[in-house]
């Protein structure tokens, strides 16, 4: 997934560019307070100022893209100040949607991350526990984690061999781990280890018991989801079938009673504002869709 969802041009052109809005950046950064976590979560190298400045800038340039065209298509069949008022409404719309989506898409990677941890978090906790058993330590079994196939979960195991390697205690490098990362599962499954460690117990009978814990919640959470596409799917049917259809209809019989000429124009939007709709319920999907697989 790309960090914007529209870039009319290279991102470093888009950068260099949005520099012209940073005033506008720096004010929208005080209304996304959580936005500079999320970027540094998933590891996006702008600031809050810059990031929301090209953000802009591509909502900006998107309402021209929208703007321009449709009202050039526009005034070859219906009147002037009817298009331009129809391409201005569209093209907010277009631009204001824009915007939502490249900043929701930060939280959407967010969560994406978070939920690649947690797939993959059961494996890497079951590797972990068959090494100690077999007599291996806990370090040494982290370092055949963090170069094992286990996706997120070695990436973030590799960060914290590199800070035991420098010379930070165990303990403090896998506290660190957990508070750097947004997923529960993942929080409560090091601060469980880190723990047992500071306690002196067995790290052996926590491994095994948080491997059983885990089975079973990622057993629940596909039920869960099971549970929650029915209405989503019923709201899909809904917005994008039934009242689009309504209202097309509504719309021709109250224009053949009352005599009022609508703009053949406005029927050529109505499939662009279903096809976003559409784009934004199989977004709500994806992003509810467990990715833990046991």
């Excluded at 591509?58 to 219906?78: A, H």
């Excluded at 370092?143 to 930070?168: L, N, P, Y």
């Amino acid at each position: 997934m790309s960090t914007f969802i529209f870039l009319p041009m290279k991102e470093e052109t888009v950068f260099k560019i949005s520099k012209l809005f940073h005033p506008v950046g720096a004010k929208l950064s005080t209304v996304f307070s959580n936005l500079e976590e999320d970027l540094k979560r998933v590891e996006i190298k702008y600031s809050p100022e810059e990031f929301l400045s090209m953000v802009f800038f591509t909502s900006l340039f998107s309402f021209l893209i929208f703007f321009l065209p449709i009202t050039l298509i526009g005034i070859t069949t219906s009147p002037f100040a009817e298009v331009i008022k129809i391409s201005l409404l569209g093209g907010g719309l277009f631009s204001v949607v824009t915007f939502l989506f490249s900043i929701s898409n930060i939280k959407m990677k967010v969560s994406k991350k978070r939920k690649l941890l947690e797939k993959d978090l059961f494996f890497a906790i079951k590797y972990i526990y068959i090494k100690v058993k077999s007599g291996i330590s806990l370090y040494d079994s982290m370092v055949g984690v963090a170069h094992g196939d286990f996706g997120e979960v070695s990436k973030e195991f590799k960060k914290t061999i590199k800070e035991i390697s420098g010379g930070i205690d165990e303990i403090k490098a896998l506290e660190n781990m957990a508070l750097r990362n947004t997923s529960s599962y993942f929080r409560r499954v090091i601060w469980q280890i880190t723990n047992n460690l500071r306690s002196g117990a067995s790290v052996t009978d926590i491994l095994e018991s948080i491997s059983e814990s885990l089975m079973q919640e990622h057993r629940l959470l596909v039920k869960k989801y099971g549970a929650e596409l029915n209405p989503t799917i019923l709201m899909y049917m809904m917005f994008t079938v039934v009242i689009p259809s309504l209202a097309i209809t509504v719309i021709l019989v109250m224009s053949s009673f009352s005599g009022i000429d609508i703009p053949i124009f406005l029927f050529y939007l109505i499939p662009v504002f279903l096809l976003v709709l559409q784009v934004l319920f199989i977004t709500i999907i994806k992003s509810k869709r467990p990715l833990m697989v046991v």
